[in-house]
């Protein structure tokens, strides 16, 4: 009798699978596989019934691929530039490029495809050539990440189409994800994305190398993991995909004779019932090895290139499973997985609740239901109002929460009730929720407020199923549409399963439970609390007159508009006309108010008042009529003498854009500025502005997690008034770190990876044994000690933006970069703040999971706004409510047009801030509605862009930049230069305009020093120049020759770019009909030149004439904007030094490019300021003023 065969590995591994044939049996024969066009790989599964005939068929097919016809195929040659790319002065080092959209093809053959597996296994003496569309492998993608809006359908939008001689493939690498690269004569390719027709071959060549690397990588980190384990973690992965791994582990293996790794238990399971046979026959040797990139002299660009595993805690891991490709590392125990037993309990119990739902639904459907009134004296009726009503047997009360029978809404029609339910379907199918108000009588109709399953919110399929939101959405309905009552509980403690959603502004809220207990108390009708808020709002909506008691009876006192109180002598913003920030009127009394204005610059810019021009407003004796639904809001005003000094009169000016100062009154707005007369200090009825300003605060320390954006906390904190102290940052860049380190001495600093920090904090935490990681600036130092769970006012997050943005037109659907939102989710579970802000590109509300790479310009397919939705569901699992929006920068006083997304979230307990709404007039008013993911409701806009509402106007590119010094740069060539712009010349030396030579073979170009062109003219130019400067920074990045000469050459008039040059300063790109800019008909941008009285493209991290944003000159001087003029399109405040480890201007630009803009976080900071201020003032209402006190922020 035999001895009993004991299982396999991969029986183990696999137990659900068919009978599968001995791994001996199923070699890939590698050695005959045709890896021509006339035979691609093609990974055949077991259950795979493949006909003869049809593939015969198919390869016939497959035979007939050719490289598609491209129009301008450009040869490579020597002399060939990338668009953007410079000349590089070491002629022996190969350049980096990357090949999109592209083909491997034979030319010997009549181009046809093929796979990528011949320059290994094919025949030696073939020939091969690659076409497709180059660009520059650029230093840095967060370039990328920084600017949406490009034209996705516009496919030659950049990139040209190149044809090149393939000469060799660079060795594939299986210990990191590293791209594959082939090589020609002239150069280095990256293959990024395969054009459609080629995508087969690569697949058949790309997909079992993933694979093998993905076990090899796991047996690195996982010494002892078997290949059971793997299975169970890495479901995506199925048998057959290890079966054709197996020769590329071999190979590997063999090559680099790690006999260590051999042995490791995964791979001895995995080759142990392969035979030794099963190996590939080269007919080449392997290529040279990847080009990985030292970066030596720049350690920024080595550790942002460089990309760690993606650490997470097991409750993101938990929620994050099957979402993401990559093999999460968790750090701490693992998540507790329910069993099958008790997945398939609650399913069935679930089940049976909707097919006791259905049928009760479709009995009552039929009709004849008898609807009744039971009394029992336990429930209150208030005329033909009751609590309680019965559909037969089955009796319904107030404060039920029950099922009701979808029907029509919004063009999406109600779905059948079916007679047999799908073993898929759920409650949330068939039935909407809602919770019972009260029972009318007469008109047999329920009350409902309606509550929201997650999956019919932003949520979808990333809802908990069992998680339910109150609306302030109301309705009465039949009664007969209740098909069930439901069990639900509030749960008031975090992790909060109740909350409101509002669709209006996108927010999830805390339910204030004592409001809801207050007025569910009252009889019905008047126990509904959306009915009472939607009351509210109505009134607040409509104007009212105020009137108070005197003498002579009641006079009018004043009016209230939209929830706001106007009285006589107050200040007031009105709209006054379509474009251009609001009027301010100041009220003598009612039907008549005295017009006020701002203080035109050009006529009192000497006068020592006007320290900050925005907030100085002057009182004429003209009279004007105001109608009341033009009012917007009041505004304080004090008079000038009122302020003790001009640190106070600061104080008043930043504590809130609605706060102005008064010195004078003018006869009319046409007076001469010598009839001006002083306002006197008690021109008005005011108060003490020192009880305004000294509003009791209490500091709390802030943690950060951070990019490069260490200036949203610093800002929120302005903005909150002292609330908020940045204490820690984690920032991965050295010189980034290092910047941090110059500008806030106190600022705990750890210069590591967030995936190593997160690991080294949680593991401290649990007393374990742990490694404390360097700081990246050298290597040596220890990180400081691990932050603390539980002392955290606030995390910012500023995540990468490349493979969210539309300006990566390369983005890949698989960027490990984009799972760092699980890194910083998995910070918020750790830390617990009270307060968690993110920011991103607009862009990341299109993130889609799992989605697949669809064509040169874009991802498709996968969980729509999946990235949000996770994050989101991730919130609400640790307990935070959340809100987010789109803002404009330019909204808040920034001279740059730069829209982003940003998210609050607070945990219960604490108030969530509100976004801010706009407090400058900017004129690009669109880009800010966010559609959800759910196509029957109109896109949402919870911020107000409507031009003529704000307090305040734009600021420009000259408000922003004018004090600062004029300079230009030298013309490398002047005696080539035509007869205009020599005289150009010579009049800016005659105008005493420095000059300073740009040589690329310095580190930077401009002056030295800290000088100025005159005194702060404006309010920004006077926040810019609080403190003083050392070293201002006002210089450039050094460039070519010829790129310097191009720059000089272009006029000195708004929007003049490279179509302005002289025919012999041309470049190929945009001279030549065949290059992408001549595709598109020679389009602008290029060398493009700022408009002085208009605003800041966005701010990005590349600048440069030819970048992606290329709208780099100086609106008034021949060169392009120095270092300090990019800092003040982002609000960077002058003293705010910039530090580069390798003394790179370039990364300085990156660091200013990847900020938050001053203004935006200050915007924030005040609405934080705002709530946490009325939580004080509900606390002081139920303690008592001694009790709520806060201690004074210093």
Avoid at 22 to 37: K, V
Avoid at 283 to 289: D, E, I, M
Avoid at 717 to 738: C, D, N, W
């Amino acid at each position: 009798m035999p001895p009993p065969r004991r299982p396999t590995a991969w029986e183990v591994s696999f137990p659900d699978e068919v009978e599968m044939p001995q791994i001996e049996d199923l070699r890939l024969e590698s050695g005959s596989r045709a890896r021509t066009s006339g035979s691609p790989l093609k990974r055949k599964y077991p259950a795979d019934a493949e006909d003869p005939n049809d593939a015969l068929q198919e390869r016939a097919a497959k035979r007939a691929l050719r490289l598609p016809a491209a129009p301008g195929l450009i040869n490579e040659t020597a002399e060939y530039l990338a668009p953007g790319e410079d000349v590089d002065p070491n002629p022996s080092r190969k350049p980096d490029r990357v090949l999109y959209n592209f083909c491997i093809f034979n030319p010997g053959a009549k181009n046809e495809l093929v796979s990528l597996e011949e320059f290994e296994t094919g025949d030696k003496n073939r020939k091969f050539a690659a076409a497709g569309i180059v660009l520059l492998d650029d230093e840095d993608e967060e370039d990328y990440g920084q600017e949406d809006g490009v034209d996705e359908d516009n496919e030659d939008a950049e990139g040209e189409h190149v044809l090149v001689e393939v000469i060799a493939l660079c060795r594939f690498d299986y210990f990191a994800e590293m791209p594959v690269f082939i090589e020609t004569q002239f150069a280095t390719y990256e293959l990024r994305g395969p054009s459609t027709q080629y995508k087969p071959f690569w697949m058949d060549f790309f997909a079992p190398r993933r694979v093998a690397r993905a076990l090899l990588t796991n047996v690195q980190a996982h010494p002892q993991q078997s290949l059971t384990q793997f299975h169970i973690e890495s479901p995506h992965f199925s048998s057959q995909d290890f079966r054709e791994a197996i020769p590329y582990i071999r190979e590997e293996l063999d090559d680099s004779g790690d006999t260590l790794l051999r042995d490791r238990p995964l791979l001895k399971e995995l080759l142990s019932g392969s035979s030794n046979a099963d190996r590939r026959q080269r007919t080449r040797p392997r290529g040279r090895a990847n080009p990985k990139r030292t970066f030596l002299g720049n350690p920024d660009l080595a550790v942002l290139k460089a990309e760690s595993q993606t650490h997470v805690t097991p409750l993101i891991a938990r929620l994050a499973k099957g979402y993401f490709d990559e093999t999460l590392q968790v750090v701490g125990p693992p998540p507790k997985v329910p069993t099958k037993a008790e997945i398939d309990a609650q399913r069935m119990a679930a089940f049976r609740f909707l097919e006791r739902c259905v049928a009760r639904a479709r009995r009552q459907e039929k009709g004849g239901a008898r609807i009744t009134f039971p009394s029992d004296g336990q429930h209150r009726q208030s005329g033909h109002c009751v609590e309680k009503a019965a559909i037969g047997d089955d009796v319904y009360k107030t404060g039920d929460f029950v099922c009701v029978r979808k029907g029509h809404y919004h063009n999406v029609p109600a779905p059948q009730l079916p007679v047999i339910i799908p073993s898929d379907a759920q409650l949330e199918d068939y039935f909407w929720f809602a919770r019972v108000i009260y029972f009318h009588v007469d008109s047999r109709k329920v009350h409902l407020q309606w509550v929201e399953h997650g999956s019919q919110i932003i949520l979808k399929e990333m809802a908990d199923p069992q998680e339910l939101f109150l609306t302030t959405l109301c309705e009465d309905q039949p009664i007969t549409v209740i098909a069930g009552t439901m069990p639900v509980t509030y749960s008031m403690t975090a992790p909060q399963k109740k909350n409101h959603f509002f669709y209006s502004d996108i927010s999830c809220t805390s339910l204030d439970r004592g409001e809801m207990d207050r007025v569910f108390s009252k009889l019905p009708p008047n126990n509904c609390l959306p009915c009472l808020r939607t009351e509210l709002y109505h009134i607040n909506a409509g104007w009212d007159v105020l009137k108070e008691s005197t003498p002579e009876g009641k006079v009018v006192a004043g009016v209230t508009f939209e929830g706001k109180k106007y009285h006589t002598n107050d200040f007031f913003l009105y709209t006054g006309g379509r474009n251009g920030p609001a009027q301010i009127g100041y009220i003598e009394g009612f039907l008549v108010a005295d017009r006020g204005e701002r203080l035109a610059e050009n006529s009192v810019h000497e006068d020592g008042r006007n320290l900050y021009p925005e907030r100085h407003v002057f009182l004429t004796d003209e009279k004007t009529e105001v109608f009341v639904d033009q009012l917007i809001a009041p505004i304080h005003v004090y008079a000038w003498d009122f302020f003790v000094n001009e640190t106070e009169l600061k104080r008043w000016v930043d504590y809130s854009p609605y706060n102005f100062y008064c010195a004078y009154r003018l006869p009319s707005l046409a007076a001469e500025w010598t009839q001006r007369v002083t306002v006197p200090k008690t021109f008005a009825n005011i108060g003490n502005v020192n009880s305004i300003l000294n509003t009791i605060v209490k500091v709390i320390s802030v943690w950060i997690f951070s990019g490069e954006r260490v200036l949203l906390a610093r800002h929120l904190l302005k903005g909150s008034r002292g609330l908020f102290k940045p204490t820690h940052l984690i920032e991965i860049s050295p010189s980034a770190a290092r910047t941090a380190q110059k500008n806030a001495p106190n600022l705990v600093t750890y210069n590591q990876d967030a995936n190593v920090l997160l690991r080294y904090f949680i593991k401290s935490k649990a007393n374990q044994d742990v490694e404390v990681p360097r700081q990246l600036w050298d290597d040596k130092t220890p990180v400081p000690p691990p932050m603390e769970p539980g002392r955290v006012g606030a995390i910012y997050a500023g995540l990468p933006c490349q493979s969210h943005s539309g300006l990566n037109m390369y983005r890949k659907a698989e960027d490990r970069k984009s799972n760092l939102i699980l890194n910083a989710l998995s910070y918020v579970d750790f830390l617990r703040p009270d307060f968690f802000f993110l920011e991103n590109v607009p862009g990341f509300l299109k993130y889609s999971l799992l989605a697949q790479q669809a064509s040169r310009h874009r991802v498709e397919g996968g969980i729509e706004m999946g990235g949000l939705k996770l994050m989101l569901r991730a919130l609400l699992e640790m307990g935070y409510q959340w809100r987010f929006s789109l803002l404009q920068a330019g909204n808040y006083g920034a001279p740059q047009n730069r829209v982003r997304f940003f998210l609050v979230a607070a945990r219960h307990g604490q108030p969530l801030p509100d976004m801010p709404q706009p407090t400058h007039d900017f004129e690009v008013t669109h880009q800010l509605r966010v559609q959800l993911p759910y196509s029957h409701r109109p896109r949402i806009a919870p911020i107000r862009t409507s031009r003529g509402r704000a307090p305040h106007a734009a600021v420009s590119v000259e408000d922003a930049i004018d004090d600062l010094l004029a300079w230009d740069w030298k013309h490398p060539r002047k005696a080539s230069a035509s007869s205009n712009l020599k005289n150009l010349i010579n009049e800016r030396k005659l105008n005493h305009i420095s000059v300073y030579e740009c040589d690329h073979k310095k580190a930077h170009c401009g002056p030295a020093g800290a000088d100025y062109k005159h005194e702060p003219r404006t309010s920004f130019q006077r926040q810019a120049r609080e403190r003083s400067a050392q070293e201002l920074q006002h210089y450039t990045r050094c460039l070519l020759p010829k790129t310097v000469e191009r720059v000089v050459s272009i006029p000195l008039e708004v929007g003049a770019d490279f179509r302005a040059l002289p025919d012999n300063l041309a470049e190929w790109q945009f001279a030549n009909p065949t290059s992408s800019v001549g595709r598109n008909k020679f389009r602008g941008g290029l060398y493009g030149r700022l408009d002085y009285h208009g605003y800041f493209p966005t701010t990005v991290t590349n600048m440069h004439p030819t970048a992606k944003q290329s709208k780099v000159l100086h609106p008034q001087c021949l060169r392009m904007v120095t270092v300090r003029e990019l800092a003040r399109s982002q609000g960077f405040p002058d003293w705010f030094c910039f530090v580069s480890v390798n003394n790179n201007v370039v990364t300085l630009h990156r660091q200013i490019g990847n900020a938050v803009p001053w203004q935006v976080s200050r915007a924030l900071g005040r609405e934080l300021r705002a709530a946490l201020f009325e939580k004080w003032k509900k606390r002081k209402l139920l303690v008592g003023e001694e009790d709520a006190r806060m201690d004074t922020a210093d």
